[in-house]
């Protein structure tokens, strides 16, 4: 089975330019998470999509970070424009729709971005 | 909301020894999933060991087995006969057990150190 695929791996920017993330994950995984770690942290979830609708996206800077997931498969999360504090590890994550919540969750190996 | 607390920011041990990582949680659901992940230099959480609430029974995985107190909201992660390999950020993670996809609450991390 192949695992959850992210890219670019890293990605080095300018403070107010844009960037976008892209994500492609298991085949047959309903749900699709995308997770901001910085520095130091935990991750923190930023936006949740069940097929292609948003579940929870509380977390999001709606102002500069915007996300989608076409035809409830592969996902773009775009930071436009971007401070200095979105260097971190954006991770991406999927997992099965269903009622047993502690199976099938599986991470991609994360891009780091650094705003210089 | 739920939250994740680990107060170990790093923990070092001696090849071939015991040590135990701490994680307190607080929730006010009855019915969750505790998880411990593993996060070496590549970024991939890789999932350790998966506690289900309702079971009375600590989890164990090879080397590594639980202490869930479940009245103490406290969930620590012991890894016996500690490897090289065994080195990385270890982080404890909540999820809701209801019908449906859940978010992982993560805590802030804990670096595990193996000393040769």
């Known amino acids: 089975e192949a695992g959850v695929a992210q890219s670019p791996r890293y990605k080095i920017i300018e403070k107010r330019q844009s960037v976008a993330f892209w994500c492609n994950p298991i085949?047959?995984?309903?749900?699709l998470y995308w997770y901001q770690q910085i520095l130091g942290q935990g991750p923190k979830l930023l936006i949740q999509?069940?097929?292609?609708?948003?579940?929870?996206d509380s977390q999001l800077p709606k102002d500069r970070f915007s996300a989608e997931r076409l035809k409830g498969v592969d996902s773009t999360l775009k930071i436009q424009p971007a401070k200095l504090e979105d260097s971190a590890v954006y991770l991406c994550?999927?997992?099965?729709?269903?009622?047993?919540?502690?199976?099938?969750?599986?991470f991609g190996s994360g891009t780091r971005l650094t705003v210089v | 909301a739920q939250t994740v607390t680990q107060s170990q920011p790093e923990m070092s041990v001696q090849e071939a020894e015991t040590v135990t990582l701490s994680c307190t949680y607080d929730?006010?659901?009855?019915?969750?999933?505790l998880f411990w992940y593993k996060q070496p230099p590549s970024r991939q959480m890789i999932l350790v060991i998966r506690?289900?609430?309702?079971?009375?029974q600590n989890a164990t995985e090879n080397r590594f087995s639980v202490n869930f107190q479940k009245a103490a909201k406290s969930f620590s992660l012991k890894i016996s006969d500690s490897q090289l390999g065994d080195a990385a950020m270890y982080f404890c993670?909540?999820?809701?057990?209801?019908?449906?996809?859940?978010?992982?609450?993560f805590g802030q991390g804990t670096r595990l150190t193996i000393n040769p």
């Open positions: 994550a999927s997992s099965l729709l269903s009622g047993r919540a502690g199976y099938g969750y599986t």
């Open positions: 506690q289900e609430a309702y079971k009375q």
């Open positions: 929730t006010s659901e009855s019915d969750y999933y």
């Open positions: 993670a909540y999820r809701n057990r209801i019908q449906g996809a859940q978010k992982l609450v």
């Open positions: 999509f069940q097929n292609n609708g948003v579940v929870d």
């Open positions: 085949s047959g995984h309903a749900t």
